[in-house]
């Protein structure tokens, strides 16, 4: 900044309105150099960490977005209002746990809000692993039971992710554009893996074990954020 108020040269916008980024601080792009940084990333035990916790999160959430419709529509015999107004509203609850997040974090620690959106998703799966598995035996269904629990086990990933995605950034330093691209990577690539198994065998149990195996693995792979002292 001048004396007389104007910008320097240095730190003047450029003809596309964006400000420079400081020569210094620029690296060169190449693939080589992408893939080292990529495996630089990997290499590192609490990014491997809150990669996996967000993919599993990831999982989870992609998993009752396939299935949802064959479980809620041909499983539970939903009517397409029905099926549309549980949708929205999960939807909704995502949006309103990742909103609350922004405001829980000013007092907790994101990797307290992790463990604690775990145990939360965690008491959902099970509870609906029970709902369908009773009315999978014995045919008794509970419609406000099904819709309650799969709130509890789908909204929290609307804290998990948001957490582990600043915490993962946080730890790649001058890194973060690789950072940003293997969680998205890590993300969708879960997505298109569960997916397609929705189609394979009875959905509503597909969709209990895919949200049993995505809740389980989280907190394990969560046990590699911890600092090694």
């Known amino acids: 900044m001048r004396s007389n108020g104007e910008p320097s040269r240095r730190s003047r916008p450029s003809h ?27 290499r590192m035990r609490t990014f491997r960490g809150y990669l996996g916790i967000l993919v599993s999160s990831a999982a989870l959430l992609f998993s009752y977005i396939s299935t949802a419709p064959f479980v809620l529509q041909g499983v539970f015999e939903f009517s397409e209002l029905e099926f549309a107004a549980t949708f929205g ?32 998703q965690l008491a959902g799966v099970l509870l609906l692993a029970l709902v369908i598995f009773v009315d999978v035996g014995t045919g008794w269904s509970h419609p406000v039971l099904l819709v309650a629990s799969l709130a509890v086990a789908v909204v929290p990933c609307g804290a998990i992710g948001p957490c582990c995605t600043a915490l993962a950034m946080a730890e790649s330093g001058q890194r973060a554009g690789s950072a940003s691209a293997l969680l998205g990577v890590g993300m969708f690539l879960a997505g298109g893996l569960v997916s397609p198994l929705s189609g394979n065998g009875h959905p509503a149990i597909i969709m209990v074990a895919l949200m049993l195996i995505a809740v389980v693995t989280g907190p394990m792979l969560g046990s590699l954020t911890a600092r090694r002292r």
């Open 16 to 42: 596309w309105g964006c400000w420079r980024h400081p020569a210094a601080r620029r690296t060169t792009g190449s693939l080589r150099l992408a893939l080292r940084s990529f495996l630089d990333l990997l």
């Open 89 to 120: 509203a999960v939807g909704l609850g995502l949006l309103l746990t990742s909103l609350a997040t922004a405001r829980l974090l000013r007092r907790r620690h994101p990797r307290s809000v992790i463990r604690s959106a775990q145990l939360i």
